[in-house]
């Protein structure tokens, strides 16, 4: 359609509505195709038993029709079996594929997250745990040295005053 032409809505809907029931009449169609299709293989395949016959005789039939469900039975359950050590053996071969190839780890992304946001992912909302790492965290008071400029100058004391801070640990 060209850009000048717009579709009115009650034009769309009709249109729509025309197509959907296109759409249900080619599914009736396909659902009749294949009724008439079943019915022409079993007609073929399966032509209606002669029931007419005295007892000996229906006895038989029915001899013959549980035979040839137990062959049918059988020719299914070895396919079955087959279908099931193919899947087994195809299982088996794209594990060892897996292996020759080698697992190949993706790149780490950096991720920016806190570690109360780690915890809360990994346990789950439910858990409340905080990692507050500084409020574990020992207090520490500095030691302000109060030194004029005379303790500056003089050498002498300052080192017997590390030599004092010496024997504080040799003797604890």
Known sequence: MSEGKKMTSSRRHHL???MLQIAANWIEQEKKDIEAAKEAYMAENCPPPDLSGD????????????????????ARYDAEAKVQKSDTEIDDLKLKV???????????????MSADAMLQALLGGK??????????????KKEV????????????????????????????
């Open 16 to 18: 729509k509505s025309l």
């Open 55 to 74: 007892q000996n005789a229906l006895m038989e039939l029915c001899k013959k029709l549980s035979q040839a469900i137990d062959k049918i039975d059988e």
């Open 98 to 112: 897996v292996e020759l190839a080698g697992v190949k780890k993706p790149a780490l992304k950096k991720v920016r």
């Open 127 to 140: 858990h409340k745990v905080t990692m507050d790492l500084r409020a574990n965290l020992k207090q520490v």
């Open 145 to 172: 040295k109060e030194e004029g400029t005379e303790a500056v100058g003089d050498w002498r004391k300052n080192i017997e005053d590390k030599a004092d801070r010496k024997k504080m640990f040799e003797t604890s």
